[in-house]
């Protein structure tokens, strides 16, 4: 009779997790380790099992399902094993059911798009994001009252769901920005589709989705920064901690979910290395910020407290409203130019409304370039890859830069020649 068990990797990942592995067992010519593309934390998985805590929330949610997943490969597993033909069975064929489901048959749009999403290594959010996706597909496919299809999907209607998105009844107005990113999501899926011969057919082939518009960036200065640093908040502790968290964000230019995942002993003789999440799939890079004197102190003042996190970081909704109250008691109200996403106009809103923790990635490296004006430089810092086109989203390229900027063809120890202009005039 055969088996399957389950145990963890030795193996930790950046975010403390472990890749579920499954050991295989047919009679002693199928004795097989396979992987099963799921993780997670070794504190819930014991003998063999996922522990799922007894109260509720996204937590339970989410063990349960990764519980469900691992009883659906078993099942499959002994299943396929059952009926195959002893000279087929493989450790290849075994991994391939465990990972490629719906290989052997006809494969069904978002059961595909389930095993996409379970097969992706990604953050918290980013798996939100997919599942939005998901069920706004499921809404536009009764929408235009026809089943979504692999094989049928057109670049017409990709046009058509692009509309959707924008105009969706009973849905507030989208930006096209958010369309774009939804697109995006597709593409990668289908993509991942492609690559497992779930379907021959290639909807993006002359598909234009567009590229994401931004507004001009704004950031805090170096002066507005130090003021809300010394913003005296000791009557208000909670935001006096979340001011802290967020002056550390403007010295170390990290992005709000490596900032939630820094432990203490991320910072080694006064260095913060981390390998940013972003970038941890494909070609991770390491980046390695020095602290200065102040990034420094705020370290030291949460260092016996809140366990091994380097920082008290609250949920993003929490730390951004924090940040636009501590913004208001500020008085930080002058106006930024921002983009209307809906209409793709630039407006004029106070500061202190628009302020987020994305701001402070955008304090570090806007002020920075303005000091040193080496992107390469900046961007080892604050985890872009070489080249890369989101930089530019970060910079201001004010009026003073293009001063400098143009004041480098000006002659060097040149002396001009006098000209006599009226003698001129008479020749």
Same mark, same amino acid.
């Given at each position: ?8 990797? +030795?193996?930790?990942?950046? *975010?403390? /997790?472990?890749?579920?592995?499954? #050991?295989? =067992?047919?009679? !002693?010519?199928?004795? &097989? $380790? ?86 992706? +290594?990604?953050?918290?959010? *980013?798996? /939100?994001?997919?599942?939005?996706? #998901?069920? =706004?597909?499921? !809404?536009?496919?009764? &929408? $235009? ?86 913003? +005296? ?21 990290? $992005? ?172």
């Amino acid at each position: 009779m055969a088996t399957v068990n389950f145990y963890l990797s +030795d193996r930790v990942d950046q *975010r403390g /997790k472990s890749e579920v592995l499954l #050991r295989f =067992t047919g009679g !002693r010519d199928h004795v &097989h $380790r396979l992987r099963s593309g799921l993780w997670v934390e070794p504190a819930s998985f014991r003998d063999g099992s996922v522990i799922v805590p007894r109260l509720g929330g996204l937590r339970q949610r989410e063990l349960l399902e990764l519980r469900a997943q691992l009883e659906d490969m078993r099942t499959r597993l002994l299943d396929w094993f059952a009926a195959a033909d002893p000279a087929t069975v493989t450790r290849d064929a075994l991994q391939q059911v465990v990972t490629n489901r719906y290989q052997l048959e006809p494969a069904a749009f978002f059961d595909a798009w389930d095993a996409f999403d379970a097969s992706r +290594d990604v953050s918290q959010g *980013r798996r /939100k994001h997919y599942a939005t996706v #998901r069920d =706004t597909l499921k !809404r536009w496919q009764g &929408h $235009r009252k026809a089943p979504v299809t692999l094989d049928g999907l057109t670049a017409d209607d990709l046009d058509a769901f692009r509309a959707f998105i924008l105009a969706e009844p009973d849905r507030e107005a989208r930006s096209r920005n958010y369309a774009t990113d939804c697109l995006k999501i597709v593409r990668a899926f289908w993509r991942w589709c492609l690559e497992r011969g779930l379907t021959k057919n290639d909807p993006f082939v002359g598909f234009k989705i567009g590229t994401a518009v931004y507004g001009t960036p704004f950031y805090l200065t170096i002066e507005e920064r130090d003021a809300l640093y010394a913003l +005296d908040l000791d009557r208000i502790p909670r935001l006096a901690v979340q001011r802290d968290v967020f002056i550390f964000q403007c010295l170390t230019g990290c $992005r709000y979910g490596d900032l939630a995942r820094f432990k203490k002993d991320d910072v080694v003789d006064g260095v913060l290395t981390y390998i940013p999440r972003k970038s941890s799939e494909g070609h991770p890079v390491v980046v390695r910020v020095p602290l200065t004197a102040t990034a420094r102190e705020i370290v030291a003042r949460y260092a016996g407290l809140f366990g091994d996190r380097l920082l008290p970081v609250k949920d993003i909704r929490q730390y951004n409203y924090a940040i636009r109250e501590i913004f208001e008691r500020a008085e930080l109200t002058r106006p930024v130019a921002v983009l209307n996403p809906v209409t793709r106009k630039e407006e004029k809103r106070p500061l202190c409304d628009v302020a987020s923790s994305h701001l402070a990635r955008r304090t570090f490296v806007g002020n920075l370039y303005r000091q040193v004006k080496d992107p390469a430089l900046v961007g080892s810092l604050s985890g872009h890859a070489e080249g890369s086109r989101a930089f530019a989203r970060y910079r201001d390229i004010d009026d003073e830069l293009r001063r400098q900027t143009v004041e480098l063809l000006e002659p060097v120890n040149v002396t001009a020649p006098s000209t006599d202009v009226k003698a001129g005039e008479k020749d």
